[in-house]
């Protein structure tokens, strides 16, 4: 038998192979199970016998890998944790030597040490694809000019999707994040058709687009590839509206590889993953017990054929559901719902679970708000949890008259009622006041004393 992983690494940038490439996308299911059945034995083969902190892990409990003899043992396994990668660092999970080792990145963590990650040359070639065939599912192929306004460096957007549109072979331009005039001048001059950057990097662009009087409507652009944080249906339909274009999501993790684990196609109707190479389980996070598709829980992903630094059963921490039902498009690899909310972002306020995504739903739906608001939460000593949205309105709806601004206000605060079951308080600021990110926006700022 020829090895499954290295026949799939053929990669040739022919046509032909971009074709065979997207094909994974549509196997009979028995066809996809068997691959990555395949591509499993090998790599937890691999990951047994070249990384040491993992054998170890399985020489506690007493496994070897042919003990897990199908997915459905897949539960004996133990989860990694970002705790895990923390603790490991630098190196510590990496199962190959440095000479086979071509690039590193690092998530750049809120606190402490980053996380790193290593890939090999084929890792690269495999992430590459994955990016591929999310382009290609929002109908991006050669011809198209990509903007690449994901920030270049250890953070994988820029480069992730650097490598996957030059794989595809459209014309890739590395502007990168920042400078976002330049970034509206170019995407005129060059006729951009495609742009990658955050959503929130996007409504930036836009504004600026408006001050400088280009009307992103009557330009070419036609797709924007937009992930790395959350971001709502309410939120693409402004998105959309705003600037004339189709607003595709694209979802990763530099501890899987980066951009690309996941892509929605034209349906826009959740992001299929890239099971072939990403095999995702969903668990109730409080129990760790796997949940059946359909069901909401905590994403996990076992890589596939990531040889630098296998990721077996990691816990991303986000919250979706797998959608196994077929997909207009024939894809047959599943969906998940859109990751509207991480585990991690979840605030309590007097006893209600609430995420900022849902905020952001509520408030958008109320004509005349901006898609530029912050979350400011607030504990008195000893007392109860406060929170405050501050949220931007259209600069043609800013109202001198204070009834107009109470009624407004009152609506606001009515609909993320309505939508969290919170009361909270909502100041109207002044277009512009909100500081804007060129990378993941900062939508939640915690002042309480814990
Ligand atoms: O954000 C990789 C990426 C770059 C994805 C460019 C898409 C586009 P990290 O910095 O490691 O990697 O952050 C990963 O960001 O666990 C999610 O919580 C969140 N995230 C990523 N994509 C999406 C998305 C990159 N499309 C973390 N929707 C993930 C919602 C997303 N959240």
Same mark, same amino acid.
């Given at each position: 038998m020829t090895n499954p992983i290295t026949d799939h690494l053929q990669i040739d940038m022919s046509q032909a192979t971009l074709n065979s490439v997207t094909n994974l996308d549509f196997l009979t299911k028995d066809r996809l199970r068997e691959l990555q059945w395949q591509k499993f034995e090998i790599i937890l083969r691999h990951t047994y016998e070249n990384s040491p902190w993992y054998h170890e892990? &399985?020489?506690?409990?007493? %496994? @070897?890998?042919?003990?897990?003899?199908? $997915?459905?043992?897949?539960?004996?396994?133990?989860?990694? *944790?970002?705790?895990?990668?923390?603790?490991?660092?630098? $190196?510590?999970?990496?199962?190959?030597?440095?000479?086979?080792?071509? !690039?590193?990145?690092? =998530?750049?963590?809120?606190t402490g040490k980053p996380i790193v990650?290593?890939? *090999?040359?084929?890792?690269?070639?495999?992430?590459?694809?994955?990016? @591929?065939?999310?382009?290609? =599912?929002?109908?991006?192929?050669?011809?198209?000019?990509?903007?690449? /306004?994901?920030?270049?460096?250890?953070?994988?957007? #820029?480069?992730? %999707?650097?490598?996957?549109?030059? /794989?595809? #072979?459209?014309?890739?331009?590395?502007?990168?994040?920042?400078?976002?005039?330049?970034?509206?001048?170019?995407? !005129?001059?060059?006729?951009? *058709? +495609?742009?990658?950057?955050?959503?929130?990097?996007? %409504?930036?662009?836009?504004?600026? /687009?408006?001050t400088m009087g280009v009307d992103l409507r009557t330009l070419?652009?036609?797709?924007?590839?937009? #992930?790395a944080e959350p971001w709502s249906d309410e939120m693409r339909k402004r998105i959309e509206a705003d600037a004339g274009i189709k607003a595709y999501d694209i979802y990763g993790l530099t501890e899987i590889c980066g951009p690309g684990v996941g892509a929605e196609c034209v349906h826009q109707n959740g992001t299929h993953l890239f099971e072939d190479h990403f095999y995702p389980e969903i668990i109730n996070?409080?129990?760790?017990?796997?949940?059946?598709?359909?069901? &909401?829980?905590?994403? +996990?992903?076992?890589?596939?054929?990531?040889?630098?630094?296998?990721?077996?059963?990691?816990?991303?921490?986000?919250?979706?559901? %797998?959608?196994?039902?077929?997909?207009?498009?024939?894809?047959?690899?599943?969906?998940m719902q859109r990751i509207a909310a991480r585990s991690d972002d979840m605030v309590i306020i007097r006893g209600v679970n609430v995420f900022p995504s849902q905020i952001e739903a509520a408030l958008l739906q109320v004509e005349g708000t901006a898609p530029h608001y912050q979350i400011?939460?607030?504990?008195?000593?000893?007392?109860?949890?406060?929170?405050?949205?501050?949220?931007?309105?259209?600069?043609?709806? $800013?109202?001198?008259?204070?009834?107009?601004?109470?009624?407004f206000q009152n609506r606001v605060r009515h609909e993320i009622h309505r939508v969290t079951g919170i009361h909270a308080k909502v100041s109207l600021v002044q277009p512009g006041s909100i500081p804007r990110s060129e990378g993941k926006a900062k939508r939640v700022i915690d002042k309480r004393i814990i």
């Open positions: 892990q &399985m020489v506690q409990r007493k %496994l @070897v890998p042919s003990d897990i003899k199908s $997915f459905d043992d897949m539960y004996k396994l133990p989860f990694i *944790t970002k705790q895990i990668l923390r603790d490991t660092y630098p $190196f510590g999970l990496f199962a190959l030597p440095m000479d086979k080792i071509v !690039r590193m990145h690092a =998530s750049s963590g809120t990650v290593a890939h *090999t040359r084929e890792d690269l070639a495999v992430w590459a694809q994955s990016v @591929v065939r999310s382009l290609r =599912s929002y109908g991006v192929g050669p011809g198209d000019i990509l903007q690449n /306004a994901y920030g270049y460096g250890l953070f994988t957007g #820029g480069l992730g %999707l650097h490598d996957g549109g030059q /794989a595809l #072979g459209v014309t890739v331009v590395p502007i990168s994040g920042g400078n976002t005039e330049r970034q509206v001048m170019l995407m !005129r001059d060059f006729g951009a *058709t +495609v742009v990658s950057c955050t959503p929130s990097y996007f %409504l930036h662009i836009i504004d600026k /687009a408006q070419p652009i036609r797709v924007g590839a937009f #992930g996070p409080e129990t760790l017990e796997p949940l059946p598709d359909g069901q &909401m829980g905590e994403l +996990v992903f076992t890589t596939l054929d990531r040889f630098a630094m296998p990721m077996i059963r990691y816990r991303t921490r986000d919250l979706t559901c %797998l959608i196994s039902e077929p997909c207009p498009c024939g894809r047959t690899i599943r969906r400011i939460l607030t504990r008195e000593f000893g007392g109860l949890d406060e929170i405050e949205v501050k949220l931007e309105v259209q600069p043609e709806d $800013f109202s001198d008259k204070v009834r107009e601004i109470e009624a």
